[in-house]
């Protein structure tokens, strides 16, 4: 196996700017970056129409659930999703629904796919650079895609693949960067990270990382204190351009007249923000409760036997302690796969730290930021996005199984293309069971409400879960600009109501909460709430 490093020398010569501004083609030919052979590209060429063939299939063909459709539904509005608001993801999707005859909501299910995809393969790439052979690397991929976790967010829109797309991709430049030393790659990553902590901060825990492999790609190349000061302050210009952005998004499209505005149906519901047009200081309180999630703050902060369970959880995401039925006996597999895994690990972890400290301490940030993030906020299930540790654990084992699938010896590299080509069949007959997230999945739901046939000014009381789908129907389908949904919780349905004149009401579900005013069906996944009985509001409307 050829040997390839990206680490500065211990002691690095005193280098003139002359030697510093090398030829282009001098660095085209560097032989630690050199590019990839077609040995080398199919793995990656067919690892991607594996996965697409696999999971397409399975999108959602129009609106989702909960933050899914929440995410569709801005990006067919240029509006404002629930908090941190994600304004780079949604300008992008903005774009993307703009293609004439196509269902938006469909547009951002691919959309994410695609972004997901593009993280597994520049992980692939990623192995690659160290020097895993491309086709275990692939294998190593399609393995991970196996993770019901990594599965279900290629197959739902979610923010969580464009900000590990954007994770490993600023990785994948600095890499770059460390072995070419071109500038203009290291500027590309500043920016990629600068756009994934604007819209989604909590990456800012792995920041410390990025910094150290920013140290230790630079220092062989930029040796004069002054210019790495400027090089660094134009990095941290390009950083800051996706928060500029982030914030004047906000501010812009912070008002009445957008058509899907969480910041205004969160205060319908809680009446703690001030009016937007009453002027700057409102705004600039809206903003800033809105970008830096304060309506989660709940959700933060932890005690130390709370740390543990955290950690223990995501330990136990990794390493399936659970029972397998294997012939009819009950078998243990977690105590397997971790005494297994574990020394590989260590070894991988090991081998990228000979071989490129850069990667090390990015995958290292990646893992650590990971779990800080779930330590830090109490969440569980698919919100506690595990995708960049399950990342950087990928390029561990592929590294600590590199010496299993050495390109210099046939008879591995062959070992290596029949695993991948067993592992791609497995994929492709698995993935039918594996399935789409039918929980996500709100089509048939908004074809039984049947908005466009609903009486006008009619109510419906909904939660968080179904809202965000009959607003996508409401604004984007029907143009029913009419009716009003009520997001809250159950208990609060009632008091909500109460509020409002003789217009027609319905809920999504028969529940006791709102026993009072009589829920009879309606249609399917609507029931028609009837005022009590000498209520100055009785009317009804009948189907």
Known sequence: MTSISCNPPAIVPQQTDAAHSRSTADVQTSPSWAPLTWFQRWPVIITGVILLVATVPNLPPGVCFSDSGDLQLASATLGIMHPPGYPGYVAIGYLLTRVPGVEPAYVISLASLAVGIVALLLTVLLAVRLGVNAWAAAAMVLLLTADSHLWDHLVAPEVYTPSLALLVGSSYLLVKYARLGRRRDLYWAAFLFGLVVSNRPTAFYAFPFFVLAWWYAGRQWELSGRRSARILGMAALCAALPGVFALSFLWIRDAKTTEYNYIEHNNAEVHIHPDAETGFAAK???????????????????????????????????????????????????????????????????????????????????????????????????????????????????????????????????????????LSISTLFDAPRRGPRKSQDATGFIAGVDLASLPPRSVICSTWRESTALWYAMIVQTRRTDISVINTIPNEWPERIERLDDRPLFAIADLPEVAAYRPTPYREHLWQLHRPVGSQDSHSYRP
Request: charged share 15%; glycine share 8%.
């Open 284 to 422: 600039a309180r809206r903003v800033y409760w809105h970008i830096t999630a304060r309506e989660f703050t709940r959700y933060m902060g932890n005690t130390a036997r709370g740390t543990y369970v955290r950690l223990r959880w995501m330990f136990n995401q990794f390493f399936l302690y659970r029972m397998v039925d294997l012939f009819g006996i009950p078998i243990l597999v977690g105590p397997l796969t971790f005494l297994l895994l574990v020394p590989i690990f260590w070894i991988g972890g090991v081998w990228v730290y000979r071989r490129c400290r850069v990667t090390f301490w990015l995958m290292i940030g990646l893992v650590v930021g990971n779990a800080l993030f779930i330590v830090t906020y109490r969440i569980f299930g698919q919100a506690a996005d595990l995708t960049p540790a399950m990342v950087a654990s990928a390029i561990f084992l592929a590294a600590g199984t590199a010496s299993l699938f050495d390109e210099n010896k046939t008879p591995r590299r062959r070992f290596a293309v029949a695993l991948l080509i067993a």
